[in-house]
C-alpha cells in the first residue's frame, strides 16, 4: 500500500469520546501518520483543523454546535486564505442522503464505522495523495456521482491494458455487486476466476483495493 513519505497529520472529529478513543489507537500504531488532536464538535473541528495543520480530518456527521457536513463544507474549500482539507466522514449511515450531502458537501470519502475499520488508514493515505476512497457498502449510483466529481481521473492508457475479461469483473464490481461470490454468479464463472482476474487488474492499474477499482471502473465507463 503506497503512502506518502512525510506524516500525514490527522484529527479526529467525533462526539463519542470511545469512538475517538479507539480511532486514535488504530491510527497511532500506522506509519506515516501523526494524530494531531481530537474534537467533538463542528466548530473546534474547523478551528482546530487550521490551528494544527491537518492534512486529513476524519469527520462524523452528527455532532453539536455544528454539524459534520456543515464543518466539511468549510474546510474542504479554500476560504480567507485558508488552504483546503481533506475531508473523510465517518458515519454510521449509508443513507443515500447522508452520501450525497457528504460528498456535496466537498468530503473526499465515506467510510462506515462498523464495515470499513479496516480501509481506514488506506483511505487517508488516499485522501493525503488527493485521491478518493467510499465504502463498498455506497450504493452505485452514488459511486458513479462521486467519481464524476473528479474522485479518481479517467485512465485511457490504463484500460487499454485490461482484457476482455477484466473489463467484465471491473464493470460488475463497479455497478455495486462487490463480493468475489456475488461476481461470480453474475458473470457465471468460478470465484477463483473473478479473484484472479481483479488481482491481475489491480496490478495493471496499480491500484491498492478493489474499492479504487470500482472508483475507477466507474470514471472509465467500464
Known amino acids: 500500500m503506497n503512502r506518502p513519505a512525510e506524516r500525514i497529520r490527522v484529527l479526529i472529529a467525533d462526539?463519542?469520546?470511545?469512538?475517538?478513543?479507539?480511532?486514535?489507537?488504530?491510527?497511532?500504531?500506522?506509519?506515516?501518520?501523526?494524530?494531531?488532536g481530537e474534537v467533538s464538535n463542528g466548530i473546534d473541528a474547523v478551528h482546530v483543523?487550521?490551528?494544527e495543520r491537518a492534512d486529513v480530518v476524519l469527520m462524523d456527521i452528527q455532532m453539536p454546535q455544528m454539524s459534520g457536513l456543515a464543518a466539511t463544507r468549510v474546510l474542504a474549500r479554500p476560504d480567507d486564505g485558508h488552504r483546503p482539507i481533506a475531508v473523510i466522514v465517518m458515519t454510521s449511515y449509508a443513507v443515500d442522503g447522508y452520501v450525497s450531502e457528504a460528498l456535496d458537501s466537498g468530503a473526499v470519502g465515506y467510510l462506515l464505522k462498523s464495515h470499513d475499520s479496516d480501509q481506514l488508514v488506506g483511505a487517508i493515505y488516499a485522501a493525503a495523495r488527493g485521491e478518493a476512497l467510499v465504502s463498498s457498502r455506497v450504493t452505485a449510483p452514488l459511486l458513479r456521482e462521486f467519481?464524476?466529481?473528479?474522485?479518481?481521473?479517467?485512465?485511457?492508457?490504463?484500460s487499454a491494458l485490461l482484457t476482455s475479461a477484466e473489463r467484465r469483473v471491473i464493470s460488475v464490481l463497479a455497478g455495486g455487486v462487490t463480493s468475489n461470490e456475488g461476481i461470480a454468479e453474475t458473470l457465471q464463472v468460478s470465484v477463483h476466476t473473478v479473484r484472479s482476474q481483479l488481482h491481475s487488474a489491480l496490478k495493471k492499474l496499480d491500484l491498492a483495493d478493489r474499492t479504487q477499482l470500482a472508483l475507477w471502473g466507474a470514471r472509465n465507463r467500464i
Open 49 to 51: 483543523a487550521r490551528a
Open 147 to 158: 467519481v464524476r466529481r473528479g474522485g479518481v481521473p479517467a485512465d485511457p492508457e490504463g
Open 15 to 36: 462526539d463519542n469520546r470511545a469512538v475517538r478513543r479507539g480511532l486514535r489507537l488504530q491510527l497511532e500504531g500506522a506509519p506515516g501518520i501523526l494524530v494531531a
